[in-house]
């Protein structure tokens, strides 16, 4: 199963301001930066990751994003049910009739379970376990896409 890069970037946008330290804010173009992807990308992320209670946005002066929540409080399999939008591992997920063997097949069974079994295993899992090492994420964060080997 391949994440969407909606879900991919999202992911990275937490991850970033879950590595900073204390109150820290981050924009939106920072992140952009320091991944080398899309400002405009981020936007859309942004503005589902807020709708979604995960980060806050702060207008102003001193404004930009930060985490609305505990990164020990975000599952990572929660975030990847709320962002995938079609999680159908095959055609025949869909209910409709798309393949000639459907209804004799014991592969769409199979298949659910281990859909099943991944998202269980993300679902042992938060925030705060993707950023343990936070020293570490904060001085690659800090190397610009472009100076990298």
């Known amino acids: ?15 970033y301001l879950g590595s900073l330290e204390g109150q820290q804010k981050a924009s939106l173009e920072q992140i952009a930066n320091a991944y080398g992807i899309s400002h405009h990308h981020l936007v859309r992320v942004g503005q589902r990751l807020a709708k979604l209670g995960l980060i806050r946005t702060l207008r102003g002066r001193n404004g930009g994003i930060e985490l609305a929540k505990e990164p020990a409080d975000i599952s990572i399999g929660w975030l990847v049910r709320e962002l995938e939008e ?4 095959v055609d025949c997920f869909s ?12 592969l769409q069974g199979m298949l659910a379970a281990a859909l099943q079994a991944y998202l269980h295993v993300l679902d042992r899992y938060t925030l705060a376990d993707v950023i343990r090492n936070r020293s570490a994420f904060l001085k690659l964060l800090a190397r610009a896409p472009e100076r990298l080997p």
């Open 95 to 106: 209910g409709e009739q798309m393949c000639v063997i459907q209804g004799a097949c014991g």
């Open 86 to 89: 079609n999680m159908n591992l």
């Open 1 to 15: 199963m391949n994440l969407t890069l909606f879900t991919d970037y999202s992911l990275r946008t937490l991850i």
